[in-house]
């Protein structure tokens, strides 16, 4: 629907790539009005971001409301992650070509009216349909960081950025705290009712209270490249969502996830045959580039673990003499400490960033996850060891969301934002499938013969989000030092770059490159 929108046999547009025409740190070209700016992003990224994770508290009210299986209910979450994982590059990369605000506005239109089906929704069917529309609303977040690099004075990028990286982060975890309230004291149909407003303040600014930026990359959009990522990204994310149910050694799990394999590859190769490539490779090279992407896969798994691990754990009855025996509401309170952090620190990466480069803020920031979950992987039988690990896991995932999207952008130039970004989104998703499959399997083969999870299967979910959590740091170390990232980045014909930061001396993972060797402790 919307590629048919934007789709034409060849893209034009007023800017050219690499043009600064517009752009803030040009000298006629500042822009006014940066605060309502940021705020209706915020307001479009907030709403996505709940909707994504408000369902999954809600599942079995939904199946028993629907009066269907909650394995049938559970397409509706499926629907949504499938649409946006296909949808997010392909929009990402229109609004490198035709103008990110007028992607964004078709974006948050049809999320408007996904939204709006599903809080009418009067059966199973309508709900996914509706869902598959919202999941379009996956491209915010990269449409919203190139905006924001477009449009705002070159020194407020980095604190603007890290700001809207942590309200994404925030929104799903809103969504899990407000979904027990809502379902308990209205009904299910006011999971959608209410961001639904949120969205319509958000769509309503982007159409009067933004300017377009003339910041583009015109072209062909890549439609062979596109289908086979599509592929892909479908196989891979249903053999993940599906395989606990379907069964990790089933045919079609097995099939599935041979098939993404394979179409991967073979997107690789089309990519970079074809002279207008949906995702440029050769962004994929930088090391600036491949390793965030690598550590937003990594950290999209320890963050949806917490999300699964931590409410099972409240919610299981006292009597087991390891639960708490929370109700849904309460539970979902135990995860304001972590929503509170990544407000706080968000932001605060984004100053770091200014000051010393996106290394230090996700370095530190994968080991405060790691610390976030080795707490209750040691002993969690007592409240105060919950709400420190959450405070530490959201400080962490604040810290490190920021200093990705920071870290994207000052690698490839603002033409490419779109797409690089896209492919971290992606990676965040991926990464985030991955994680709930696996914590949810770990729960599972951890049950008593009623079908309570263990103790020992929430110690064990715990380290495994802590191990994970540590290859995080490992990846955060082989991004290049402040002084190779900025020659990297001159390299690739980024024109926007901030002053070269201080350099603190980070460890730093060496890649046998005789230069990198030379500047890696600059």
Same mark, same amino acid.
């Given at each position: 629907m919307l590629g048919a929108f934007f789709m034409t046999q060849t893209i034009v547009g007023p800017g050219t790539a690499g043009s600064t025409e517009g752009r803030p740190d040009a000298p006629t070209g500042r822009r006014t009005g940066g605060g309502l700016l940021v705020m209706?992003?915020? =307001?479009?990224? =907030?709403?996505?971001?709940?909707?994504?994770?408000? %369902?999954?508290?809600?599942?079995? !009210?939904?199946?028993?409301? =629907?009066?269907? !299986?909650?394995a049938s209910a559970s397409w509706i979450l499926t629907a949504y992650l499938l649409s946006a994982s296909v949808?997010?590059?392909?929009?990402?990369?229109? @609004?490198?070509?035709?103008?990110?605000?007028?992607?964004l506005i078709a974006v948050l239109?049809?999320?408007?009216?996904? !939204?709006?089906?599903?809080?009418?929704a009067p059966n199973l069917g309508v709900l996914i349909v509706a869902r598959a529309l919202q999941g379009a609303a996956g491209a915010i977040m990269p449409l919203s960081i190139g905006m924001v690099r477009d449009e705002?004075?070159?020194?407020?990028?980095s604190a603007t950025v890290g700001l809207l990286s942590a309200i994404f982060g925030v929104g799903?975890? %809103?969504?899990?705290?407000?979904?027990?309230?809502? %379902?308990? *004291?209205?009904?299910?149909?006011?999971?959608?009712?209410?961001?639904l407003v949120l969205v319509v303040v958000a769509l309503l600014g982007a159409i009067f209270g933004m300017k377009e930026s003339p910041v583009r990359k015109p072209g062909k959009l890549d439609v062979l490249g596109t289908a086979i990522l599509s592929v892909s990204l479908v196989s891979l994310l249903l053999a993940i969502s599906k395989g606990q149910s379907w069964g990790w050694a089933s045919a079609q799990t097995i099939g599935l996830l041979a098939v993404g394999a394979v179409t991967m590859i073979l997107f690789v190769v089309v990519e970079l045959r074809v002279s207008e490539p949906l995702v440029d490779m050769r962004l994929m090279k930088i090391r600036g580039v491949w390793a965030t992407d690598l550590v937003a896969l990594i950290l999209g798994f320890a963050m949806f673990g917490s999300f699964l691990l931590v409410p099972t754990l409240l919610q299981l009855p006292a009597a087991t003499?390891?639960?708490?025996?929370k109700s849904v509401s309460e539970a979902g309170l135990f995860l304001l400490p972590t929503v509170v952090s990544m407000v706080v620190f968000g932001p605060l990466a984004g100053l770091l960033v200014r000051k010393f480069g996106p290394k230090l803020p996700l370095f530190l920031g994968a080991v405060a996850v790691v610390g976030g979950f080795t707490l209750p992987?040691?002993? *969690?039988?007592?409240?105060?060891?919950?709400?420190?690990?959450?405070?530490? %896991? @959201?400080?962490?995932? @604040? =810290?490190a969301f920021a200093a990705m999207s920071n870290a994207i952008i000052e690698s490839v130039p603002a033409t490419q934002t779109g797409e690089a970004t896209s492919v971290n989104t992606i990676a965040r998703t991926i990464g985030s499938s991955i994680g709930a499959a696996v914590v949810a399997a770990v729960i599972t083969s951890n049950s008593t013969p009623r079908g309570l999870p263990t103790d020992a299967a929430f110690s064990t979910g715990f380290w495994v989000c802590a191990g994970v959590a540590v290859l995080a740091v490992v990846a955060s170390l082989a991004l290049p030092s402040a002084h190779r990232r900025h020659e990297q980045a001159v390299a690739a014909g980024v024109d926007d770059l901030p002053p070269e930061p201080a350099e603190l001396h980070?460890? *730093?993972l060496h890649t046998g490159h005789h230069r990198e060797q030379a500047t890696a402790g600059r």
């Open positions: 209706y992003l915020a =307001l479009g990224g =907030l709403a996505f971001a709940v909707l994504q994770s408000l %369902v999954a508290p809600a599942m079995s !009210t939904i199946a028993g409301d =629907l009066k269907v !299986t909650t949808l997010t590059p392909i929009l990402g990369r229109l @609004g490198d070509m035709v103008g990110k605000r007028r992607v239109a049809v999320l408007a009216l996904g !939204t709006l089906l599903a809080a009418l705002l004075a070159r020194e407020k990028v799903a975890g %809103v969504g899990i705290v407000a979904a027990g309230p809502i %379902v308990e *004291h209205l009904s299910w149909h006011w999971l959608f009712w209410l961001p003499g390891y639960g708490y025996g992987a040691i002993a *969690h039988n007592v409240e105060w060891q919950v709400v420190v690990s959450g405070l530490a %896991v @959201g400080a962490g995932i @604040g =810290l980070l460890p *730093h």
